[in-house]
């Protein structure tokens, strides 16, 4: 039998009576329990709500984009598109334009709006939007379509088959310096995409053909965007790319591409950690108290045991042994009910939102990394609770133990 264990044990459970000692220790457990538990289901929403956020903008964002870092436009090297699409991760690769136009409606109502060029044989994202049918942007009666957001549809009141012209800045920048009429490009709305406005700002798509005709860009092109078989293995496939393609290429991951957005919401987590931590670093005060307390009562009976032999130093490991039971419990008792009140929100929705955002349930994810963080945190803050107590026993004479009592 580990003597140490016995006496850590004995000492922190006593079976006789309930006195003030026990109902601290009580009291460090549940303030540990509940702290653990909240603690888990807070960062469980943090990671639900990062999960959920990120899925509506890879609607719209790639794995990876490819950009010129000098330059706003590449010229279009099928030989570099291939090399690239040879990577193992590497899916699909997209060439695509990206601009600014001005839009003029039917209605004489104008506004600036960010025009998106695709090659609908490669492209990924817009297929991601219209799942349920297939998208035709070609030219037809003479205009080339155009897919357009359900906001410009309500705020417009546009239909398929409407006319929209676009003019873009190359095109008013020659109307100014040639004195000619600018170059308006017209195009046929063909479909809309309803996606919910997590980042500001509308865009329309364009076939890739006609995205060079409105900027003028005649074998160029913005960039390429690359679909990856694990968008969590981005960071390591940039690395790649970047050795392979050299410092001229910019490349960017979904992380990247978002990354204000994506560092407020970490940031956002891990601040609710350390403020939640000040429930569990309450709870562990009490152990400080409730140790201290032990020490003074058994000060008799720490004397009798560095008599008979004991040293100093299990003395301290006794005592240091009851602050890790107290956070073993409470940990224990904690992980179990944060994890079983996640499990019930994920399956049965049990805290609802408002019917205006873009779920009906507080989101929630399990990612067992967190766990371990808040139950290593909470032994930790257990452990330095533990300390001095098991210093001020360590350091009782026998002799003044006898005398004082």
Known sequence: MNVIQFISRRYLFSKKHISLISILTSISIAGITIGTALLIVILSVFNGFFEVIRGYLLSFDPDIRIEMVDEPTMIFDENLMNSILAHDEVIQISPYIEGKAMMVFQNGRNEVLNVRG??????????????????????????????????????????????????????????????????????DVRDSYDMHQIIDGDMVYIDI?????????????????????????????KAELEEMLGP????????????????VMMLEKWGSYFILMIIVLVAVLNIVGSLTMIVI??????????????????????????????????????????ILLVLAQKEFSLVKLSSSFIIDAYPVAIHFSDIAIILSGTMVLCLLASWYPAVRAAAIQPADAVRDE
């Open 118 to 187: 695709i090659d609908m044989e490669s492209d990924f994202t817009i297929t991601d939007l219209r799942e349920d049918h297939q998208i035709d942007l070609s030219v037809q009666g003479g205009r080339p379509g155009v897919v357009v957001s359900e906001t410009l549809i309500n705020r417009y009141r546009l239909s398929a088959g409407d006319e929209l012209a676009m003019l873009s800045p190359t095109g008013m920048r020659r109307a100014l310096t040639q004195f000619s009429s600018p170059r308006v490009s017209r195009f």
């Open 209 to 237: 053909a006609a995205a060079q005709r409105l900027f003028n860009m005649r074998n160029e092109i913005t960039g390429f965007d690359l679909k990856l078989t694990d968008t969590d293995r981005a960071e390591r496939v």
């Open 248 to 263: 001229q290429y910019r490349i960017q991951t979904w992380y990247d591409l978002q990354k204000p957005l994506y560092d």
């Open 297 to 338: 009562q058994k000060k008799r009976d720490i004397g009798v045991l560095i008599s008979m032999g004991m040293t100093p130093k299990k003395i301290k490991k006794i005592f240091q042994s009851q602050g890790l039971r107290i956070g073993l419990i409470g940990c224990g008792l904690g992980g179990v009910a944060g």
